[in-house]
Antibody
Framework: EVQLVASGGGLAQPGGSLRLSCKAS????????MSWVRQAPGKGLEWVAS????????HYVDSVKGRFTISRDNTQNSLYLQMNSLRDEDTAVYHC????????????WGQGTLVTVSS | DIQMTQSPSTLSASIGDRVTITCRAS??????LAWYQQKPGKAPNVLIY???SLESGVPSRFSGSGSGTEFTLTISSLQPDDFATYYC?????????FGQGTRLEIK
């Protein structure tokens, strides 16, 4: 069974940092692009970042460029999101998601971890 | 960036109704479009990819159509489990973007 379990969320102050992790199981992580997608409370879905199978290519939404870094460790079956210079508007549930094909076809999502940025 | 616009934002319907949700892209995305269903407190699930391909395990009452800039998601006969929020998302190019969502509620 495919599982994606995100962790690392919590309360952070504006300007602070958090590192999210996503543990993958039930499939070979190294075969897939992976993404982070967030959802602010009561709001819609927003794509945050994606990373290629070997980590050689990364893409970010403009609002997080220079502040967030997506990475992966295929040997640990894990995906990460380092979030620096956090802002109030980064408050959201962050989901990790598998990309099924290199053309970007979306796949399984994890349940997500809540990040709250507040003083 | 490609903007995705869904309509309606809210849809009231009854069990057994046929419903259609529309998604428009601000420029052509060929058929690089997916539809999701999300229930409260849960992660979204993919229903349709490549505009009209049904994801494995998704009931056949769900169907998708369209290409270019105009797309539709149709539920042929609403079931109680279908009341949820639906999103479209393009994957033509980065940045990936979603529609604002359509909340399907019981009339």
């Amino acid at each position: 069974e495919v599982q994606l379990v995100a962790s690392g969320g919590g309360l952070a102050q504006p300007g602070g940092s958090l590192r999210l992790s996503c543990k993958a199981s039930g499939f070979t992580l190294s075969s897939y692009w992976m993404s982070w997608v967030r959802q602010a409370p009561g709001k819609g879905l927003e794509w945050v970042a994606s990373i290629k199978q070997d980590g050689s290519e990364k893409h970010y939404v403009d609002s997080v460029k220079g502040r967030f870094t997506i990475s992966r460790d295929n040997t640990q079956n894990s995906l990460y999101l380092q979030m620096n210079s956090l802002r109030d508007e980064d408050t959201a549930v962050y989901h990790c998601a598998r990309v099924m094909e290199n053309n970007g076809r979306p796949g399984n999502w994890g349940q997500g971890t809540l990040v709250t940025v507040s003083s | 960036d490609i903007q995705m616009t869904q309509s309606p934002s809210t849809l009231s319907a009854s069990i057994g109704d046929r419903v259609t949700i529309t998604c428009r892209a601000s420029q052509s995305i060929s058929r690089w479009l997916a539809w999701y269903q999300q229930k409260p407190g849960k992660a979204p699930n993919v229903l349709i990819y490549l505009a009209s391909s049904l994801e494995s395990g998704v009931p056949s009452r769900f169907s998708g159509s369209g290409s270019g800039t105009e797309f539709t998601l149709t539920i042929s006969s609403l079931q109680p489990d279908d009341f949820a929020t639906y999103y479209c998302q393009h994957y033509d190019s980065y940045p990936l973007t979603f529609g604002q969502g359509t909340r399907l509620e019981i009339k």
